[in-house]
Nanobody, 111 residues
Framework: QVQLVESGGGLVQPGGSLTLSCKST?????MAWYRQAPGKQRELVAQ???????NYDDSVKGRFTISRDNRENMVYLRMNNLKPEDSAVYYC????????WGQGTQVTVSS
């Protein structure tokens, strides 16, 4: 079974930046970052193909950048100009594969 391990979350002030990392135990196809705030549905934030084509939710366009290193089975999410509404648990996954969710990493944006 593939395992996903997210890291890099933390507490940051509005306007600050964080970079999240996701390690998978073996290579996958399209990878994506999702987030889920308490009491809300999980939402797709960004996705990237193996060829590095990207798509972003409108709420993060211009602020977040998804990238990947296929040799290391890593995917990253660089988050700039963070806002309180970005606060959530962030998860990575492969939308077109059946992969168990990891533990996620908490991002809290607060003054």
């Amino acid at each position: 079974q593939v395992q996903l391990v997210e890291s890099g979350g933390g507490l940051v002030q509005p306007g600050g930046s964080l970079t999240l990392s996701c390690k998978s135990t073996y290579g996958l196809g399209v990878m994506a970052w999702y987030r889920q705030a308490p009491g809300k549905q999980r939402e797709l934030v960004a996705q990237i193909t193996r060829g590095r084509n990207t798509n972003y939710d409108d709420s993060v366009k211009g602020r977040f950048t998804i990238s990947r290193d296929n040799r290391e089975n890593m995917v990253y999410l660089r988050m700039n100009n963070l806002k309180p509404e970005d606060s959530a648990v962030y998860y990575c996954n492969a939308p077109y594969d059946l992969v168990k969710w990891g533990q996620g990493t908490q991002v809290t944006v607060s003054s």
